[in-house]
């Protein structure tokens, strides 16, 4: 019971998370000179648009299931991008590989000015506290998500943001050899979270400070009620 609580929870924040991650690829790519995204219709907030079958609901599903609810992967479907279209190629290529993971800490930041503001109305009407309750809860997870998509994002293993700006740290030759690696990015991925985890720990250690001090600054207004919502 408690972990369907908690899908209830993440589900709705992660699916918005996620699609404001790839929204910003389009856009950012758009503003680069790349219509591609624009000309497919993945410039949109519709939901069905970003959802792939096997990313966003069986592989996660799946590894979930399989791992009880501890090793989970999954995403929204990657908004299509032609690098040869920006007017910079090496600027464009890293401006909208980073832009996903830019809109993922303003919405961190955002949701931590939330949780103040819930909190502060709440103490106003003490009548509303279940509700600030339940509200404050989904930022808190909306502030854990964002962080963690972004420590998750710039893990410089191909295809994942931070691979596009870590090719152009290389060699050229080395640079070439280093994007091939993108054909079996999934499965490395999936043996780092089985497998790597002190060495995944150890990536997202940024991720999970600046979320104890977000989540922390914004402690003395949280609602009773939210301990009851939070596993």
Request: net charge positive.
């Amino acid at each position: 019971m408690e972990t369907f609580q908690t899908i209830l929870f993440v589900a709705p924040v992660l699916l918005f998370s996620v699609i404001a991650h790839e929204y910003a690829h389009g856009y950012a790519a758009l503003k680069q000179g790349d219509t591609t995204a624009q000309q497919l219709g993945r410039l949109t907030w519709n939901p069905a648009k970003h959802i792939d079958p096997f990313l966003t609901i069986l592989m996660p599903l799946f590894m979930g299931f399989a791992s009880n609810w501890q090793v989970m992967l999954g995403g929204a479907k990657p908004v299509p991008v032609n690098p040869a279209n920006y007017r910079n190629l090496r600027r464009g290529d890293i401006i909208v590989s980073l832009a996903g993971v830019f809109v993922n800490l303003l919405l961190a930041i955002a949701c931590t000015v939330m949780i103040a503001v819930f909190g502060f109305f709440g103490s106003l009407a003490p009548a509303t506290g279940a509700v600030v309750g339940v509200l404050q809860v989904l930022m808190i997870y909306g502030v854990a998500i964002n962080l963690m998509l972004i420590a998750f994002n710039l893990i410089p293993i191909p295809p994942l943001d931070g691979s596009h700006v870590m090719k152009y740290l290389l060699p050229p030759a080395l640079a070439a050899k280093y994007e091939r690696v993108a054909g079996y990015g999934l499965i490395v991925l999936i043996a780092l979270l089985y497998f790597g985890g002190d060495l995944l720990n150890t990536w997202m250690a940024p991720a999970f400070f600046l979320q104890r001090v977000m989540l922390g600054s914004v402690a003395g207004l949280l609602d009773p009620s939210t301990g009851r919502w939070l596993p």
